[in-house]
Each structure stands twice: as structure tokens, then as C-alpha cells.
């Protein structure tokens, strides 16, 4: 029975990692690959004989990305999506390429698009594509957004200036936690991305990472749903309301991953499953961890040591690449704003409200509100940009001469992990300290708190 049972659940997980079935889901949301019929080596990478299941990782910095002919991948592209009709005609510039087999011809309703965003440590920049239902590419698009670090880096400053501090530093020690055990999970599991053909690949920026699980799909799932748990009851709303919110923010960004060929089936759902169980084991402990850093007299010794060591610890799981980065800013962010909670608090500076003053009342959108709530958000947003571009404008040059490496090429020298750990840890826990301390008290001092 047991033995049935096992078998089952490994075929079935099987059947689920197939890329087929993400080329399946990409056609019926109406986006094709400019593929060539010249058969050719899928770029995701090759399956090891010795164990079944795990693939070794295709560096797309040393080949092109599928989708199309082979191109130069170092060659500036623009991205974003262009009219069909619009492509290179006759006088000497190059020619489109090739339709895919299912379509002879471009209507005038489908758009040719190059990847989102390439890989500024990599220089991937990936193949066009052809997408025939625009509305679907527009949604799944902010869907992915919905899980990227930028959109977060957003979204934590403007919850934690105009709506809930608390809310915000114990949501950052959620998304810093998944990610790290996310990454951490992916270099011990080393399966490669979909394999290109047939799979799309809409998206090229995580392209060299390793991709079980999907890091989107367990931040994508852990910050709405944990948002929901802090907020019902600390806020008065409906809990359907909330619940649907979580749920279709979870859903979308999930979804989104397999639209972009990064993820297939079966990593996109354990993404969803890990991310409530790293949710299950740490919502319990968020007010006793914000207690720690608030009131420990240790908790600025313990903050430092810890982070460093997990980031180290994850940073030793397999070879480098771009993904370690993204580790380490996250451990650095929630380093910094765990240190801006502890002097806060011993300083008596953007104190929560009393317990008497529970649930909170959503307050009413009035044009005050609004501008007070841009103002905050703007001069704060430039506060970061301010610091995150000094940070990285003194760090990197220091840890080039350090380490003996050349700093005329910052893409070369942040490549190397001696470099992009420490430049990642200094710059991002300035900005989380300067997020949650700096920005606050400058907020009073203009009298906009």
C-alpha cells in the first residue's frame, strides 16, 4: 500500500515537472515561440544519468536563451513589446524571425515582444516572441511583479509610512526568512528552469538560478496571507474580503510563474505549500521575535551575527550566482530594519498604538490624506535612492581594492562573491535602517508623521 502510494505520488510529481505542460498553458494564453524547425539542445540544462530528476543548471550567460534562432545575447536589445507589423523590413536591416509553425502570418492584433527584463549581471537578454492576447500578458505581468524584490522594496516603506509599522517590520521578517530558505532549498534541490523548447521564456532575469521551488510563488503566497493573519482583527474589514484579497494575490503571482516559462507545474505548487508551512511555523513566533528586537539588550549583537551566518550558510550551498544576491539583500534589509526597530524603540520614536485603541478604523480617503500619504511616500522613496546610490557608489570601489579586482566594470566585479555578499549586506541594511528609523524622524521634523 505504502509502496503504491509512494509510486504514485513520484509519478504524478513527474508529470507535473513536464515543461510540456507549460508550452500547453503559454498556447492556450495565446503566446507563441519565433522557434526555428533546426532541432537544437534545450538551454535549460541536461538531466544527470546518475540521478533521475535532477538537472544540471544551463548558465544562460554563457548561451543563449531559447525561443528563437541563436542570437548574440550580449547585443542591446530593446525590450518590451512591439506591433508585428512594425518589425525590420527590406533596406539592409535584419529580418524577423520565422513564425512559429501554428501561424503563417502575424495579425494585426498580435504584438511581437522581447523578454521583460534581461539579467544586468549576466546580460541575458532572450529571443522574441509572439503574444496574441495582450490582456493576458498585461495581467500576468503585474501578477509576476507582485512577487519581485522591486515590488516589495516598494511595498513595505509605503505600509510601514502610511498605514502599519508593525504590519510591516514582522511582514519583512517573513519575506526575509522565505527567501532565504526559498534559495537556501533551491542550490540543495538543483533542478534547472524549463526546458527551452517548448517552453517560452517570456522572462529571462532568473534564468541562470536553479528553480525548485518557485521563490515568487512562496513570497507571492507568504506576504498576502500573512498580511490577512496580522491585519483581521488589529483592522476592521470583513474577513471574506481579506481572505479573497490573500488568495487571488497568491494565485495570480503563482499562475503568473508558468506564463513566463520560469517555473513548471509541480514548483509553482510546492512554492505555494512551503511558503504555508514556513508561514505556519513562524506566525506564531513574529510577536515574540519583534519583542527580542525591540527590548533585548543583546538583540543588535544577535540581529548582526544571525543574518550573516545564514547568508554565509546559504552562500556555501553551491557555485555562485545572481540568486545569492538576492539572498543576501534580503537578509541585509531585514538586518537593518530589524536594528531601526531596536533604536526606535529604546529612543521612543514611532511607538504602536496602545491595545486600548484595537481594531483600527480604516480612515477616510480625503484629499489631505492623500497628499500627506504622497508626500511621505515620495520624499521617503528618495531618501532610499539617495542612500542606496551612495552605499553602492562608496562600496563597491572599497571591496574591488580590498580583494584585488578591477572596479572599471561593475558587472564583472559584482559576479564574484567576495564582492556582491558584503556590497548586497552594507547597502541593504543601510537602506532597511533608513527605512525604518531615518525616514520616521524625518517625517516629524517636516511635521508630516
Given at each position: 500500500?505504502?509502496?503504491?502510494?509512494?509510486?504514485?505520488?513520484?509519478?504524478?510529481?513527474?508529470?507535473?515537472?513536464?515543461?510540456?505542460?507549460?508550452?500547453?498553458?503559454?498556447?492556450?494564453?495565446?503566446?507563441?515561440?519565433?522557434?526555428?524547425?533546426?532541432?537544437?539542445?534545450?538551454?535549460?540544462?541536461?538531466?544527470?544519468?546518475?540521478?533521475?530528476?535532477?538537472?544540471?543548471?544551463?548558465?544562460?550567460?554563457?548561451?543563449?536563451?531559447?525561443?528563437?534562432?541563436?542570437?548574440?545575447?550580449?547585443?542591446?536589445?530593446?525590450?518590451?513589446?512591439?506591433?508585428?507589423?512594425?518589425?525590420?523590413?527590406?533596406?539592409?536591416?535584419?529580418?524577423?524571425?520565422?513564425?512559429?509553425?501554428?501561424?503563417?502570418?502575424?495579425?494585426?492584433?498580435?504584438?511581437?515582444?522581447?523578454?521583460?527584463?534581461?539579467?544586468?549581471?549576466?546580460?541575458?537578454?532572450?529571443?522574441?516572441?509572439?503574444?496574441?492576447?495582450?490582456?493576458?500578458?498585461?495581467?500576468?505581468?503585474?501578477?509576476?511583479?507582485?512577487?519581485?524584490?522591486?515590488?516589495?522594496?516598494?511595498?513595505?516603506?509605503?505600509?510601514?509610512?502610511?498605514?502599519?509599522?508593525?504590519?510591516?517590520?514582522?511582514?519583512?521578517?517573513?519575506?526575509?526568512?522565505?527567501?532565504?530558505?526559498?534559495?537556501?532549498?533551491?542550490?540543495?534541490?538543483?533542478?534547472?528552469?524549463?526546458?527551452?523548447?517548448?517552453?517560452?521564456?517570456?522572462?529571462?532575469?532568473?534564468?541562470?538560478?536553479?528553480?525548485?521551488?518557485?521563490?515568487?510563488?512562496?513570497?507571492?503566497?507568504?506576504?498576502?496571507?500573512?498580511?490577512?493573519?496580522?491585519?483581521?482583527?488589529?483592522?476592521?474589514?470583513?474577513?471574506?474580503?481579506?481572505?479573497?484579497?490573500?488568495?487571488?494575490?497568491?494565485?495570480?503571482?503563482?499562475?503568473?510563474?508558468?506564463?513566463?516559462?520560469?517555473?513548471?507545474?509541480?514548483?509553482?505548487?510546492?512554492?505555494?505549500?512551503?511558503?504555508?508551512?514556513?508561514?505556519?511555523?513562524?506566525?506564531?513566533?513574529?510577536?515574540?521575535?519583534?519583542?527580542?528586537?525591540?527590548?533585548?539588550?543583546?538583540?543588535?549583537?544577535?540581529?548582526?551575527?544571525?543574518?550573516?551566518?545564514?547568508?554565509?550558510?546559504?552562500?556555501?550551498?553551491?557555485?555562485?550566482?545572481?540568486?545569492?544576491?538576492?539572498?543576501?539583500?534580503?537578509?541585509?534589509?531585514?538586518?537593518?530594519?530589524?536594528?531601526?526597530?531596536?533604536?526606535?524603540?529604546?529612543?521612543?520614536?514611532?511607538?504602536?498604538?496602545?491595545?486600548?485603541?484595537?481594531?483600527?478604523?480604516?480612515?477616510?480617503?480625503?484629499t489631505g490624506l492623500v497628499v500627506r500619504s504622497l508626500l511621505r511616500f515620495l520624499l521617503g522613496v528618495a531618501a532610499l535612492l539617495a542612500t542606496r546610490m551612495v552605499m553602492k557608489a562608496v562600496t563597491i570601489p572599497f571591496?574591488?581594492?580590498?580583494?584585488?579586482?578591477?572596479?572599471d566594470d561593475v558587472r564583472r566585479a559584482r559576479q564574484h562573491m567576495k564582492v556582491e555578499l558584503p556590497y548586497r549586506y552594507i547597502v541593504y541594511s543601510a537602506v532597511g535602517f533608513i527605512c525604518t528609523c531615518v525616514v520616521?524622524?524625518?517625517?516629524?521634523?517636516?511635521?508630516?508623521?
Amino acid at each position: 500500500m505504502a509502496k503504491d502510494f509512494a509510486r504514485a505520488f513520484a509519478q504524478t510529481c513527474s508529470y507535473l515537472q513536464e515543461p510540456r505542460h507549460v508550452a500547453r498553458f503559454q498556447h492556450l494564453c495565446g503566446v507563441r515561440g519565433t522557434f526555428t524547425d533546426k532541432p537544437g539542445k534545450p538551454e535549460s540544462g541536461t538531466s544527470d544519468p546518475d540521478c533521475p530528476g535532477l538537472r544540471k543548471r544551463g548558465r544562460s550567460s554563457e548561451v543563449g536563451v531559447g525561443n528563437g534562432a541563436a542570437s548574440d545575447a550580449s547585443a542591446p536589445q530593446p525590450n518590451g513589446m512591439q506591433q508585428g507589423d512594425s518589425a525590420a523590413g527590406p533596406g539592409g536591416s535584419p529580418p524577423p524571425p520565422p513564425p512559429p509553425p501554428a501561424a503563417a502570418a502575424v495579425d494585426s492584433d498580435t504584438a511581437r515582444a522581447k523578454p521583460l527584463r534581461r539579467n544586468s549581471l549576466t546580460g541575458d537578454v532572450g529571443q522574441e516572441f509572439l503574444i496574441h492576447n495582450k490582456f493576458l500578458f498585461y495581467l500576468f505581468t503585474f501578477g509576476t511583479e507582485l512577487g519581485n524584490e522591486m515590488f516589495f522594496i516598494v511595498f513595505f516603506p509605503f505600509l510601514l509610512w502610511n498605514i502599519d509599522a508593525l504590519v510591516s517590520r514582522r511582514l519583512i521578517v517573513v519575506w526575509a526568512w522565505n527567501l532565504f530558505v526559498g534559495q537556501s532549498t533551491k542550490d540543495m534541490v538543483r533542478w534547472s528552469r524549463p526546458a527551452s523548447p517548448p517552453v517560452v521564456k517570456v522572462e529571462v532575469f532568473y534564468n541562470s538560478e536553479y528553480s525548485m521551488p518557485s521563490t515568487h510563488a512562496m513570497t507571492g503566497t507568504a506576504i498576502p496571507f500573512c498580511l490577512f493573519m496580522l491585519t483581521y482583527g488589529r483592522w476592521q474589514y470583513p474577513f471574506l474580503f481579506g481572505l479573497c484579497v490573500a488568495l487571488s494575490w497568491s494565485v495570480l503571482v503563482c499562475v503568473s510563474r508558468v506564463y513566463m516559462g520560469m517555473h513548471s507545474i509541480l514548483e509553482v505548487i510546492t512554492g505555494f505549500l512551503y511558503s504555508l508551512l514556513i508561514l505556519a511555523f513562524f506566525n506564531p513566533l513574529l510577536d515574540k521575535i519583534d519583542t527580542f528586537y525591540m527590548m533585548d539588550h543583546y538583540a543588535p549583537l544577535v540581529i548582526i551575527v544571525s543574518h550573516v551566518s545564514l547568508g554565509l550558510v546559504a552562500f556555501s550551498l553551491d557555485s555562485w550566482s545572481t540568486s545569492r544576491g538576492d539572498t543576501a539583500q534580503a537578509l541585509g534589509t531585514g538586518a537593518g530594519a530589524a536594528l531601526a526597530t531596536h533604536v526606535n524603540y529604546q529612543l521612543g520614536l514611532l511607538l504602536d498604538p496602545p491595545s486600548s485603541s484595537l481594531p483600527l478604523a480604516l480612515p477616510s480617503i480625503g484629499t489631505g490624506l492623500v497628499v500627506r500619504s504622497l508626500l511621505r511616500f515620495l520624499l521617503g522613496v528618495a531618501a532610499l535612492l539617495a542612500t542606496r546610490m551612495v552605499m553602492k557608489a562608496v562600496t563597491i570601489p572599497f571591496l574591488c581594492r580590498l580583494f584585488g579586482l578591477p572596479s572599471d566594470d561593475v558587472r564583472r566585479a559584482r559576479q564574484h562573491m567576495k564582492v556582491e555578499l558584503p556590497y548586497r549586506y552594507i547597502v541593504y541594511s543601510a537602506v532597511g535602517f533608513i527605512c525604518t528609523c531615518v525616514v520616521p524622524l524625518l517625517f516629524r521634523i517636516l511635521n508630516l508623521a
